[in-house]
């Protein structure tokens, strides 16, 4: 018997077991695939280095710059070329600087003069306190130009979604709390700037690093099962999660032919919502069927190198993302060797390129050589690549990153509810708070800290206390990802 079984060996899996080891509790960590990472993966090929899932990590970030001290990593940590700092919107077939700051964009011909004008009325535009999608809200404060060229390619760039199907709330919370809170997200915006001068701390955005490790981001969640060692086990599929008679679990897994129960006090789903939903079936149909509406639309990655003298110039910056009304096949593309060290070997450049999700799903279930072709051909056009691939190489999700649609917020009340209803169950992962790795992390921390408060020895009011608190998100008011996706481990998925 454990304290806690945790499903799913991911990032979100493995820091929920790390942190509950550390704290002496017996963790027993179960998942159906044969590698523990989830789809945080790193692969050497031919001197070059490719990510399978997420490419980096947006800092300062407390919770995984923990979790990289304790699992040993920080001395293979390396951050981002400082002059990578460049992202990039195709428009009109050609890229176009993103500036930093809302003032840049507006000057940097992305939106054109009618597109600013409209950009400026937003002070003039009434307060909509219910959610909505993210295209209604751009339409209503900003206009479709900033739709189409802004929020459009970072909604691509953050989940691969559609913002037309997108909860605002869900993905821009920070965007939807200016407008609440003070009218105007542009006047809130001018108010933060002349706070900053005024000499308050400023939330600068632009100040954050990107992290990654010399063997990729796949050495996080390999030192981290290193660390727990005989306690992750792999090949195991969980088929359900059940109330044991007395109190506790049953955990019913089977191993090839073989079915078995574990018991545990506690049970950690950290799975994403589509398998999550299979495990909690017999415990509560209802949420299950929430679960499984949550969409993860198909995603490939194409990790292209090529010779540097094949370029018909540098690739300067961290990569680019494309609009959807430029009609291009791949939703945007990383400058992998621009961005961090040691992704290509010397004389050569890699790109990765993002291809399917939401908006053109069909795409990321061709044949893994036509993705490649796919790619390679964009590329050449969008970013002067001149000569073939000497490296070529396609991950296909078939399932990529959760979609927040508008009845997001009221599915994680339901799973909330079902936790309530079933002390010692608990339930973690990227549909919670963000698909970025940081986000991943934060949100596992914060589950292992409940499922702690709970096993620890209680009574009376203050168990009952531990018991029926919130579900504990963590904080996602800074929205970091979402105004700088940063192509760093938010176009793929993290677990």
Not at 17 to 22: E, K, M, S
Request: glycine fraction near 10%; charged fraction near 20%.
């Amino acid at each position: 018997m454990a304290d806690v079984a945790v499903i799913g060996a991911g990032i979100s899996g493995l820091t929920v077991a790390h942190a509950l080891r550390d704290t002496g509790h017996e963790v027993v960590v179960l998942d159906k695939e044969n590698r523990s990472g989830g789809r945080m993966r790193s692969e050497r090929i031919e001197g070059f280095l490719m990510e399978h899932g997420p490419n980096g990590m947006a800092f300062p970030a407390p919770c995984a710059e923990r979790l990289i001290g304790e699992s040993g990593l920080a001395e293979q940590a390396i951050t981002g070329d400082p002059d990578a700092r460049h992202r990039y919107i195709v428009r009109r077939g050609r890229a176009r600087r993103l500036a930093q700051s809302a003032r840049g964009i507006l000057a940097s011909g992305l939106v054109s003069p009618a597109g600013c004008l409209r950009v400026l009325l937003e002070p003039f535009v009434s307060v909509r306190h219910g959610d909505e999608t993210i295209a209604d809200f751009a339409r209503r404060r900003f206009g479709r130009e900033f739709l189409d060229y802004v929020m459009d390619p970072l909604t691509a760039g953050i989940c691969a979604g559609n913002p037309e199907q997108l909860s605002v709330s869900a993905v821009f919370p920070r965007l939807k709390q200016l407008e609440r809170r003070h009218g105007s997200v542009v006047l809130a915006a001018i108010a933060s700037r002349l706070r900053q001068r005024a000499g308050a701390a400023p939330c600068n955005l632009a100040k954050r690093e990107l992290l990654s490790f010399r063997d990729g981001l796949g050495a996080l969640p390999q030192a981290i099962s290193l660390r727990i060692a005989g306690r992750v086990l792999l090949g195991t599929q969980v088929e359900s999660v059940q109330r044991a008679p007395g109190g506790g679990f049953m955990v019913m897994v089977r191993e090839r032919r073989t079915q078995r129960s574990l018991k545990a006090d506690s049970v950690v789903i950290a799975l994403p919502a589509y398998a999550a939903a299979g495990v909690v079936d017999r415990l509560d149909a209802g949420v299950a069927g929430e679960l499984a509406q949550i969409e993860y639309p198909p995603m490939a990655v194409a990790f292209l190198g090529y010779r540097a003298q094949g370029l018909a110039g540098p690739l300067d910056g961290a990569g680019m993302l494309a609009p959807a009304v430029e009609a291009r096949d791949v939703l945007g593309m990383l400058f992998s060797s621009t961005l961090f060290a040691g992704r290509a070997p010397p004389g050569h450049v890699a790109l990765t390129a993002f291809i399917g999700g939401a908006r053109q799903p069909q795409l990321a279930l061709l044949d893994p050589r036509e993705i490649g072709e796919l790619a390679h051909a964009e590329a050449r056009r969008l970013s002067g690549v001149l000569e073939a691939p000497v490296v070529a190489r396609v991950r296909c999700w078939r399932h990529g990153l959760p979609q927040t649609g508008l009845g997001h917020a009221a599915r994680l009340n339901a799973v909330a509810a079902l936790e309530r209803e079933q002390p010692g169950l608990f339930f973690t992962g990227n549909y919670f708070c963000g698909v970025s790795a940081p986000a991943c992390i934060q949100q596992a921390s914060v589950t292992a800290e409940r499922v702690r408060s709970y096993l620890a020895p209680a009574s009376g009011r203050g168990r009952r206390e531990r018991l029926l608190r919130p579900h504990g998100l963590p904080d996602c008011s800074e929205d970091s990802v979402a105004l700088r996706p940063a192509f760093a481990g938010t176009t793929s998925p993290p677990t």
